[in-house]
């Protein structure tokens, strides 16, 4: 019997970056975060393929592509769509909304060949439902004969894919109503030949989706729910024994705030029973919240199925601040014991810490930074400028009241001021951000921050190597340490519509002086921390540090702090007034000296 002819239908998925403030995409050799929405997308398309979809005779052909790592290639994909009659889609995957301006050029070209595009993500889903009408640039995307899709795309993909074979695409897929549950659901994966593009080879999988707080600036609960939607100790030990059997054993598990997801025990129990009956090795970070260790056995649990590093929703230690963002689960009485317990386990922990709140001034930022590198013992500290993101409650509200925010979306991506501040200039709030990292990994904190881990048993190496990224990303490569990798590439053809290209000459010289002034400064700082990190390991004196934040946490400890704090806020309100006083007469002598 004579086989079937067989057809392809070509399936490329595009997670993409965005551009710097020269244009330029934001792309590495090896990056560091991989794509949580790239692996699910990936592992759905494979079981698609598995239950041939489109048919017995149409193969699905798979490519994925994440643009901080590699280079999309637009013109390849083009030959290949030519060559294919079309037959296939784009879909830009996990779009935020610093990249829907990026992910939007990429599909421009696209569609110019007649190629279908989808583009998907959070700030699809967060307009749509959020806002009351969908935004200029979702419109313009429309425009371009894109496809935009709102929601998860379990259950749904299928439907998607039909409709891109059989050309009969709709300008909108809106999903956000009826949220998928997880358990038994096709599961993330990507192939070595994609995960090793990341530093150490990093899978990434999320074990749950949903958060039960309610943060005004967060986009989780508005787009994934508040409502725990989890994957089985099955499903995990499915995913784990996939990535292992292609050479994966770290993970990053993507779970906005894994502690609060309610399938976390029976998780971590498979996780502990495959390393120690199958003697797989597994290396975990996670992302959780300020009152996980009341958890009971969460922290134990999470170090015997290979926790190494943990991210600590911090955000802020001003008390007014928490309250006006509706984190009321954040309270600074118990951050040190959080750490402290963190810190007994000899996980490393990461903070991200948010500034712009309405009561926030460079002068209160300054001392709460002081505060925390005294009193607190965390490792590594990340910043963020308060953003309004398009599903966050904050962002609904400022639309609905016509509150000036930023029109440009390449621009919210937590580093630029994006909106106007109670209390600072634009300027003023840039500037102190700029300063945040260097306040905090002052050369004497750095020091401090060794010797605790020395002083609490943990790898010296892992901490120095971790302030060497994160404040290095900063303060060499000018870019926050979540959008950093290893070696910048900045492709001249590749820079964004309405900036000139620059002439080649030109541009590589510039270049060849961009990269001296980056990496050599990053190597002398790299080589000052080692002998840093070798004095302090060969001092007997410090396993036996020890500071405030180290110590034991007294009943009533926090209660006098919180008093000793809100009077030093006082003070921080005078020396604002006092410092608006003298810029007023700077102002004055300034014209006095002009009408001279």
């Known amino acids: 019997m004579k086989e079937p002819h067989r057809t392809k239908f070509l399936v490329e998925l595009v997670k993409p970056s965005h551009y710097d403030d020269d244009g330029y995409l934001i792309q590495w050799w090896r990056g560091f975060v991989p794509s949580s929405s790239l692996s699910n997308l990936y592992g759905l398309a494979l079981d698609a393929q598995s239950r041939h979809i489109l048919g017995e005779s149409v193969d699905l052909d798979i490519e994925a592509h994440d643009e901080t790592n590699a280079k999309v290639p ?6 290949r769509f030519k060559r294919n009659s079309n037959r296939g ?7 935020q909304t610093n990249q829907f301006a990026r992910a939007v050029d990429i599909a421009r070209e696209l569609r110019a060949a007649g190629i279908r595009v989808a583009i998907g993500g959070f700030h699809v889903s ?95 609960i508005n787009v994934q729910g508040r409502k725990s939607r989890h994957r089985s100790a099955d499903d995990i030990e499915q995913l784990i024994r996939a990535h292992a059997a292609q050479g994966v054993k770290s993970f990053f598990i993507t779970d906005d705030n894994f502690a609060r997801n309610k399938n976390w025990e029976p998780i971590l129990d498979r996780i502990i029973q495959l390393k120690r009956r199958d003697r797989l090795k597994i290396n975990i970070i996670m992302q959780v919240d300020t009152m996980c260790h009341k958890i009971p056995n969460f922290v134990e649990k999470s170090v015997r199925a290979g926790c190494k590093k943990v991210f600590i929703g911090l955000e802020n230690i001003n008390p007014d601040s928490l309250k006006g963002a509706s984190k009321g689960q954040n309270r600074i009485t118990e951050y040190r014991k959080m750490l402290q ?53 904050d962002h609904q509200d400022m639309y609905l009241r016509g509150e000036r925010m930023e029109t440009d979306t390449n621009q919210y991506d937590a580093e630029h ?17 700029q300063r945040a990292w260097h306040l905090y990994y002052s050369p004497s904190h750095i020091e401090t921050l060794i010797k605790r881990a020395v002083a609490s048993g943990m790898r010296a190496r892992r901490m120095t190597s971790m302030i060497f990224y994160f404040y290095g990303s900063h303060a060499f490569e000018h870019v926050h340490p979540l959008q950093g990798g290893i070696i910048r590439r900045k492709p001249r053809t590749q820079r964004r519509p309405g900036y000139p290209r620059e ?12 990269m001296s002034m980056t990496y050599l400064p990053a190597l002398f700082f790299f080589l000052r921390l080692e002998r840093l990190r070798k004095r302090i390991e060969n001092d007997p004196a410090s396993k036996h540090y020890m500071d405030v934040a180290l110590s034991p946490v007294a009943d009533d400890e926090f209660d006098a702090d919180l008093e000793l704090y809100q009077a030093s806020d006082s003070a921080v309100r005078a020396a604002d007034q006092a410092r608006s006083r003298a810029e007023e007469m700077r102002k004055v002598e300034i014209r006095r000296a002009a009408a001279a």
């Open 417 to 433: 001021a994006t909106a106007d501040h109670p209390r600072m200039s634009a300027a003023e709030w840039q500037d102190i951000y």
């Open 74 to 79: 637009v013109g390849d994909i083009v030959r």
């Open 503 to 514: 002439n080649a000459l030109m541009f590589f010289m510039r270049r060849a002086r961009e």
């Open 126 to 220: 967060g307009c749509l439902a959020m806002l009351p009408e969908m935004p200029p640039e979702m419109k313009d995307a429309l425009a371009l004969g894109i496809t935009l899709f709102a929601g998860e795309a379990e259950h749904r993909l299928d439907e998607l894919l039909l409709a891109a074979f059989e050309n009969r695409l709709t300008p909108v897929y809106n999903y956000m109503a009826d949220l998928p549950a997880m358990d038994g659901e096709p599961l993330p994966f990507l192939p070595m030949k994609y995960v090793k593009r990341y530093a150490g080879s990093l899978g990434c999988f999320d074990a749950g989706r949903g958060c039960p707080f309610s943060c005004s600036f967060c986009t989780i």
């Open 89 to 95: 889609v784009v879909l830009l995957v996990g779009v």
């Open 341 to 393: 317990a963190w810190k007994r386990a000899k996980v490393l922990t990461y903070a991200g810490y948010i500034l712009g709140f309405p009561s926030d001034t460079p002068a209160s930022i300054e001392r709460d930074i002081a505060i925390i590198q005294r009193e607190l013992p965390i490792d590594i500290m990340e910043f963020f400028m308060l953003t309004p993101l398009p599903g966050s409650k």
